[in-house]
C-alpha cells in the first residue's frame, strides 16, 4: 500500500519508463553516487571533442618546412602590425612555436597579453587555424602545397550581468 | 534601407509573425499578429520551449512600448555642452550622416591614441545585442564594457558561483522531480527573472505534485506567497542561516553523501597547514588520501571509494587533512543558535530545515528517466539576487550551494540544477555542442561562458588595465570602479595608464540603475564623448553628445536570442531545446536604425571591418563555409543567415527560421543530468581564493589600499555587511529592493498597461513595512515617509503595511525614479531605491567588487503626511 501511495505522489503521470526506484531504494539506499550511471552511446557523444577545431591534413611530414601567414586583429594588430604576418619554419612548427614567433617579433609585452605564466594562451586570446579553432597548441603544422592561416583576436571584456 | 526590414511592407496583410520577446531577458517566443500593417495581438509560441506558448503580462503589452508616442525617431546632437542633472542638452535634429561622421571621427582618433579610451555600457535586457557589441569592442581594441545596473547589482556573486559549481550562469530546481526546494532571496517560477514564463508553468505544476517550497526571504513576496513556508530572516544573512544548516546537516545529523563528495568534489584533497592542496611533487598534482594503501597518491590514481574524507596525516612531510575534515571542523562553530542570533531565524526552525533538506534527499537512491538509471536527490537550494545583493554575497552563494554539494544533489534528477550547462547539440548537426571540461587540478571549468574571463580557473591578479580594476580582483564581474565616486583615486593608486574618454551607451539607463543620481552623473559628465542608441529619451541619454534612434525588439532582427542555452532564457531539466530568432514585425519609425547595422556602419568609417569580421568569425565560430572574408562588407541579415546555417546546416538559414520562428528538439536525460557522466569535480573547498587574495594583495597592498583576508578564506563564513554594523540610533530599518515582476529594470515603467497594473498593485509603487513595527511608530498605510541613509541621502515614498515583512526590513521594488521629461508615462511613479546607495570601495565586496545594496535607513513622516 506504502508503495503505490509514493508513486503517486511522485508522478503517477509519468510514462512507465520514469519510476522511482523506491524498491531498488528502500532495500538498497546505499548506491553509490558515481556507481549508478552506466556508459551508453549517448554519453560517448556528449564527451566528443566539440566539433570546432581541427589539424590540417598531414600531407607533408611534421618536420617539413611550412610558411604561416598570421593575422593579428584588435588591438593584437594596430599600427605596428602589417596584416598578415608570414612567418616561415624550415623544420615545420607547433602552433606554440607560431606564438613564440610572433613574441620574438612583436615583443614580450605582445606575449604577456596572450599567454599566461604557464604558456598557455588565456582564454580571452581566440586562436583560429585555416578557419577553425586552433584545438591543440602542441599539434604539428603540417601543410601541403597551401600557405596555412593562423587568426587571433583577443575577446577582453569583463561584464557582468 | 534598414537590414532586417526589407520584407515589410505598408500593405494590407493578416498574418501571425513568429518572433521572441525583448520586455525581459527571458527572450519567450512569441507570435505577433500584424493586421495591415499595425501589430494588434502578441501570444506566446508553444512550438517553443521558451515561454512554451505562454507570455506573461509584460510581453502581452510589448505593443505599448512599441507604440508609444515618445520613442526617438530622429538623431539627435546636444548643443548645450554643459552636462548635469536638470540641464537641458539642447537637442537639436541631424542627420545620420552627420552624426556618424562625427562619431567615427572622434573613435579613430581614440583608436590611435588607445582604444581602451572607450567604454562601452550595455542594457542587461536585451541578450542577442551581446555579440555584434562584444565582437564590435574586440576589434576596436577596448576591453572595457559594462551590463550597467543590471550587471553591477545582479550576479557577481550568482553568476560566478553558479558557473564554478553548477558550470551555469544561475540555478534552479528540477521542478519535474524535485521534492523539497530552499529558496534563498530567489523568485525562480514565481516572478521575472531567468525562464520566468516557462519555469512559472513547471514551478505551479511542481506544487500541484506536492513538492516543498520553503521560501527565505525578508519579505514574504511572490514566491513566498506560493510556497509551503515563509521564513523571514533579516537581510544580508543567508550565509549564516545556510551554514547553520550545513552544520545541522554534518556534525548532528551525519547525513552527507559521501560517495558524490569522494568523487564529485574536492573534499578528499589534502590541505596542507598553508590552506592549500598538498601536491607531488613531479606532477604537481593535488594528493588525497589512499586508504586502501594507507598513503597520501594524487587524486587520479586513486579509486573515490578509497578517498578519505576525514582524518589527519602526513604528506609531502607536512600535517594535512581533507578538505572535508577542515569543512566539518570549520562548520562547528555555525550553531543553529548562533544562526538566529545572527539571522532572527529560530534556532529550533534552523535545525528543521537542515533535518528536512537532508532527509529529503534520499541519498543512495536512484532513478529511471527515459530508460537512463541516475542518481535522485529531490533537493535543491537556490539563491539568487536577494543573496547576491550584499558586501558578502560570494560566501552567501557558497553556504546556500553547500547545501546541495553536501547530500549530491548537483545537476541529478530533482537536485539543483544549472541552466543547461551541456549541450550535446541538434540531432543532424551536432551543434551547438558545449561540456564542462576538467582542468589539471580535477576541478571544472564551464564548457560555455558569457565572454571569455570563465569563472574558473580564475586568472592570476595583475596591474589593471581595465577602467573597471577586474584585473586586480579577478572574481569580479561587473566593477562600481566604472561610475564609482573614489575611481579617480583608484585609477591613480593602480597606475591605469588610460582614462576613458568616450562612451557608447546601448539601451542602459545607468543614472537609475546603478547608485545615486549624483555620483552617476558626476562621472558621465567627465566623458568627453557620449553616444547613445535609446528608444527614449531617459535619464541616461541627456548626457549624450548624440543620441541614436534604435529599433524596438518588434523591428529587430537577430539569430539568436535564446542562446547560449544556459544563460537567462532557456528552461533547465527536461523537455525540449529551443533556438529562437528575433524577426522585424513593424518597419522603422522616421529614421530609427537597428544598432547592429550602425555599428557596421561605423566600422566600415572608423577601418575595422577585417576585424570585425574576424570578431564575429570567433564569437560565432563559424566553420570555414561560412566565416566572413577579409574586410568584406556584410549586411546583419547575411550574418543571421550564417550563423543559422553554420549550427542547422545550409538548408536551415533565415528564411527557413522567418518562417518558423523557432527550432526545438528534444532533450536527452545525459544532458541535463550530466555530472555523472563526466569526470569533473566542483569545489567545497575553495583553494584558490587564499592565492587570489595574496596575488590581489601583492598588488594593492604596496599601493596602500589594505586587502581584508576574511574575504579570502577558502571556507564560507557569515561576514556582516556595513547594514549589520550600523549603531545609530533610528536607524532602525534595513532597506532592499526587489525584482518587481509586473516591471523589467527601469524600461517598463514607460509601459502605459505595465504601469497601470502597477499602480493597481499595492507594492509596486510603495514601501513595503511590517504592519506591527509601523503602527507601533505611529505610521499608518499609505503615510508620505522619508528614508534616510547613515550618509544622509533621502528618498519619500507612500508606505505599505503588511504582515509579511521582516520587523526590520523595508521593501523597495525597483527601478524607479524617472524624472525625464521623455519619460512622460515613467516620471514620478514608484521610489527611487537606488538614490540611497553610495557607490565607492568601502561600499563594495573586496573580493567580488559586488556593491552592498542594502542600507540602513531611518524613517520620518514627510511633511504634510497624516
Sequence with gaps: MWRRLIWIK??????????????????????????????????????????????????????????????????????????????????????????????????????????????????????????ELAKDLATPICVGTSTASVEMILFREIEGG | MNVGVSEVRSQRDDVWIPSSCALCYCDCSIRVHRVDGTAIKIEGDPDSALGKGRLCGKGVSGLMSHYDPNRLTVPLRRTNPKKGIGEDPGWKEISWDEALDEIATVLKRVRAEDPRKLFIQRTTTVLAVSVPITSFAAAFGTPNLSASGGGLHCGNAAHHVSGVMHSSWSIVPDFEYCNYAIYFGASKGHSAGHAATSNMKLAADARTRGMKMVVVDPMCNYASAKATEWVPLRVGTDAALALAMCNVIVNDLGMVDGPYLQSRTNAPYLIGPDKLYVRERQTNKPLVWDTSVEAARPFTDVAAENMALEGDYEANGVRCQPAFQKLRDHLKKFTPEWGEQVSTVPAATIRRLGSEFAHEARIGSTIVVKGVTLPYRPVAAIAFRGAQGHMNSLYNFVAVDLLNQLVGAADVVGSCLGYNPVCDGHPETGLPHYVPTAEPDGIMKVGLWRGFHLPYPPVNARMPETIGLQDVFPLAMGSPFVESDDQDEFWEKFELPYRPEVMINWGSNLVLSVANRESIARTLAKYKFMVSFDLFLTETSNFADIVLPDLGYLQQLDSRTSYPFYWCSHPAGMGDWSWNIRQPVLPPDGQQRGFQDVLAELVDRIGIRADYNAAINARLLFKPDYRLQGDRRYSWEEICDADLKNNFGPQRGLDWFKERGVISWPKKPEEIYWRPFLEVRVPIYWEFLVTVGEQTAAIAEPRGLKIPREYYEPLPNFLPCLSHCCKKPDFDFTGFYYRDAIHTNSYTLENAWLDEAAQLDPYSYTIAMNADVGRKKGLHDGASVWLESETGRKVKGRLKLMQGMHPEGLGIAACAGHWSEGMPTAKGKGVAYNELLEIDWHHCSPVNLNLDLCVRLKVSLAEGSR
Design chain 1, 10 to 131: 511522485m508522478g503517477a503521470n509519468r510514462d512507465s519508463q520514469d519510476a522511482v526506484d523506491l524498491l531498488h531504494g528502500k532495500t538498497n539506499l546505499s548506491v553509490r553516487w558515481d556507481a549508478v550511471v552506466k556508459r551508453t552511446d549517448s554519453f560517448q557523444s556528449l564527451t566528443r571533442a566539440p566539433d570546432t577545431g581541427t589539424d590540417l591534413p598531414e600531407t607533408t611530414h611534421p618536420a617539413a618546412p611550412v610558411e604561416i601567414q598570421v593575422w593579428l586583429f584588435g588591438n593584437l594588430g594596430g599600427p605596428r602590425v602589417t596584416n598578415p604576418l608570414t612567418l616561415h619554419f624550415a623544420e615545420g612548427c607547433s602552433m606554440r612555436g607560431v606564438l613564440d614567433e610572433l613574441g620574438r617579433r612583436l615583443g614580450p609585452e605582445f606575449l604577456r597579453t596572450v599567454v599566461s605564466e604557464n604558456g598557455e594562451p588565456f582564454n580571452t586570446c581566440r586562436i583560429s587555424l585555416n578557419g
